[in-house]
């Protein structure tokens, strides 16, 4: 039974590199998302895909921010021109059409020097 | 503006009494709720959730109760055990199923 996995578990950048981070859903799981956590908080939703089809971006999702699903499995999240501010924890989920309870990875921790 | 919230950052628990973990919505038009359990350096792991079509949802140790009227959801784990000191995130499903959480709770279940 393989759960969402997440790669790299953590990321040391300096700002202004460009950091790519990829999520592997749970195979039958159509239903993709990506939140970001930082200190304090709880995760914020930052977009969505079902299957290949990115739906939804939240404004939190400034044009650095660019994230694909190319065959509708894994997907992958580019961070362009890190930010200290880009440093927190990304969170990858995801869920079948048919159930709204969404299943998270172990995140990819990411510390913009 | 929150729209789900947690007002207690810390709670803390002796072995084996209840802990009660409370979450507000103001959202009247949520209508799904699911608590996450989180350890340092890990992702959420879910816990337990609830439609709004029922006030009450359980699960061995973990009682989840929702309140429409009120807007209310909380948490109840008997017997609390030390490996339940965690972080504990509510979480709203909204209109396009997303997930909407609260700020989160930390939890120390002392031996």
């Known amino acids: 039974d393989t759960g969402v996995s997440q790669d790299p578990r953590h990321k040391i950048t300096k700002r202004g590199q460009n950091v790519t981070f990829r999520c592997d859903p749970i195979s039958e799981h159509n239903r993709l998302y990506w939140y970001r956590q930082t200190l304090g908080q709880g995760p914020e939703f930052l977009t969505y895909?079902?299957?290949?089809?990115?739906?939804?971006k939240s404004r939190l999702l400034s044009d650095r921010f660019s994230a694909e699903r190319p065959k509708g499995s894994f997907s992958t999240l580019e961070i362009q021109r890190t930010e200290q501010g880009d440093s927190a924890m990304y969170l990858c989920a995801s869920r079948t059409a048919y159930q709204e309870t969404q299943y998270f990875g172990p995140g990819t921790r990411l510390l913009v020097l | 503006d929150q729209q789900v919230k947690q007002n207690s950052p810390s709670l803390s628990v002796q072995e084996g009494r209840i802990s009660i973990l409370n979450c507000d919505y103001t959202n009247s038009m949520f209508d799904y709720f699911l608590w996450y359990k989180k350890y340092p350096a890990e992702g959420p792991t879910f816990l337990i959730s609830?439609?709004?079509?029922?006030d009450k949802n359980e699960d061995g140790r973990f009682t989840v109760f929702l309140n429409k009227s009120a807007k209310h959801l909380s948490l109840h784990i008997v017997p609390s055990q030390p490996g339940d000191s965690a972080v504990y995130f509510c979480?709203?499903?909204?209109?396009?199923?997303?997930?909407?959480f609260g700020s989160g709770t930390r939890l120390l279940v002392r031996p």
């Open positions: 895909f079902q299957n290949e089809a990115q739906l939804e």
């Open positions: 609830i439609s709004s079509i029922k």
């Open positions: 979480a709203a499903v909204d209109s396009s199923y997303k997930l909407i």
